[in-house]
């Protein structure tokens, strides 16, 4: 079992859709990341978490420490939010979701 | 550009070569991490510096790969007598403080046949 779990690995949404990932996790953590990935490879780091909820642009990470889980929102997605989103865990060791690849569809 | 590079982008060798990767961090990082990304996974940790320090090393990071990072600044991912289960992406982020926003650089695609 991995010791991070992201839901659902697939989605496919309109224009404009409200997107949510979710990502659950095992371990005692110090740090949560929400990380995007573009093809080819180049990851960029969308938001740190330890509480509560964040806000950048379009985009809304929560996280509930007693639940061990974390959401990720896209409001009004857009076909560039296009990506594999990956959300990673700081404990001893990093350790990371296998990812959720989102296709926004015009 | 001021982001994490890593050189070469892509890299085929033939089982049993040894390979080098290097990875120039933004230059006032002082953590720099290596992950490993096979495909359809998302990265695994393998190891982190603090400065020239070697601080944390996976399991995964067994006993034919080695880094460095002798100065502090850019550091070098070395397999010794690859294998083909060694094909992946090996991507490097730097980061200023513990737990901060991790910047990732392109990484490396390395195929070994």
């Known amino acids: 079992k991995n010791e991070v779990e992201q839901s659902p690995q697939n989605l496919t949404a309109q224009e404009g859709e409200f997107i949510t990932i979710n990502c659950s996790y095992s371990?005692?953590?110090?740090?949560l990341h929400w990380l995007q990935q573009h093809p080819g490879g180049g990851i960029v780091s969308l938001f740190m978490l330890s509480s509560g909820k964040k806000k950048h642009g379009r985009l809304i990470a929560t996280i509930n420490i007693q639940e061990k889980h974390s959401s990720l929102h896209i409001t009004a997605s857009h076909p560039r939010d296009s990506a594999v989103y990956i959300c990673?865990?700081?404990?001893?060791?990093?350790?990371f979701g296998t990812g959720t690849s989102l296709t926004v569809i015009p | 550009d001021t982001g994490v590079s890593q050189n070469p982008r892509h890299k085929i060798t033939k089982r049993g070569q040894n390979v080098t990767f290097r990875c120039d961090p933004i230059?006032?990082?002082?953590?720099l991490y290596w992950y490993r990304q096979t495909l359809g996974q998302g990265p695994e940790f393998l190891t982190y510096f603090q400065n020239e320090a070697q601080l944390e090393k996976s399991r995964l990071l067994s006993d034919r790969f080695s880094a460095e990072r002798p100065k502090g600044s850019f550091s070098t991912l070395e397999i010794q007598r690859t294998e083909q289960g060694d094909s992946a992406m090996y991507l490097c982020?730097?980061?200023?403080?513990?737990?901060?926003?991790?910047?990732f650089g392109p990484g490396t695609r390395l195929t070994v046949t």
């Open positions: 982020a730097s980061s200023q403080l513990q737990g901060a926003w991790q910047y």
């Open positions: 371990v005692g953590i110090s740090a």
């Open positions: 990673a865990v700081k404990s001893g060791w990093f350790y």
């Open positions: 230059s006032e990082h002082n953590r």
